[in-house]
C-alpha cells in the first residue's frame, strides 16, 4: 500500500502544517476504485470530512428489519430506497485510523431535513483496526422512495481521540444527589 498525503480540495487557501495534519498522525487512505473522490472537508473550519457514496457497479444490502437482500444498483449509479429500508452504503475507500482515534460517522444535516435519511446506529462507529471497505448504514425515515447517486455527500466522518480503561469490579457508591434518569441529567 502506497502511503501517500492527498491534497487540499481545490480553491483551498493555505492553512499552518499543524491544521493540514502535517507532523502529526495521519489516516491511511487506499481508494479502491481509480475515480474514487476522497474523503474532504468542505470548509476551514468543518470537523467532519464529506463521505460520498460509491455506487458505480455495486451491489448493496438492504434490510426491511425483517428480511435482508442485496440490490444492484442502476447503470445510472442510482439506488432506490423505500420508506423504512436500511442500506449499508459503500463508500469505495478503506482507511487505517492511527492507534487511539475512531472514525464517527455522522448524517449531514442537510440530507436528514431535505431527503429524511438517517443513520439508525447514530453515531456510527469505525475502529482504527477496521480492515474493509467503509460504508455507511442509511435508512429512509421519510414516507417517499429516496434516490441515493453514486458520489453523492451522504455522511460525515469525525475523528475523535478516545481513551481505554480497564474495568475493575467494586461498589458504586453514589457521589451525588442524583437518583434516577437515562444515564444522564434527562
Known sequence: MSEKQLAPSEGATARPAADRGEGAAAVIFEALHDDLVPPERA???????????????????????????????????????????????PLGFRARLPRGFEAQ????????FRRGLMIPNAPGTIDSDYPDEWMVMLRNDSTRTVTLSHGERIAQAVLHRFS???????????????????????
Not at 460517522?105 to 436528514?112: E, G, H, N, T, Y
Not at 469490579?169 to 441529567?185: C, H, L, Y
Open 43 to 89: 470548509t476551514f473550519g468543518a470537523a467532519g470530512y464529506d463521505l460520498r457514496a460509491y455506487l458505480r457497479g455495486r451491489r448493496v444490502r438492504v434490510s426491511t428489519g425483517e428480511a435482508e437482500e442485496e440490490r444492484a444498483v442502476t447503470d445510472a449509479g442510482e439506488l432506490d430506497l423505500e420508506p423504512g429500508v436500511t442500506a449499508l452504503i
Open 105 to 112: 460517522i455522522r448524517i449531514r444535516s442537510s440530507v436528514a
Open 164 to 186: 481505554v480503561l480497564p474495568w475493575t469490579e467494586g461498589a458504586v457508591a453514589q457521589t451525588t444527589d442524583r437518583k434516577g434518569g437515562f444515564g444522564s441529567t434527562g
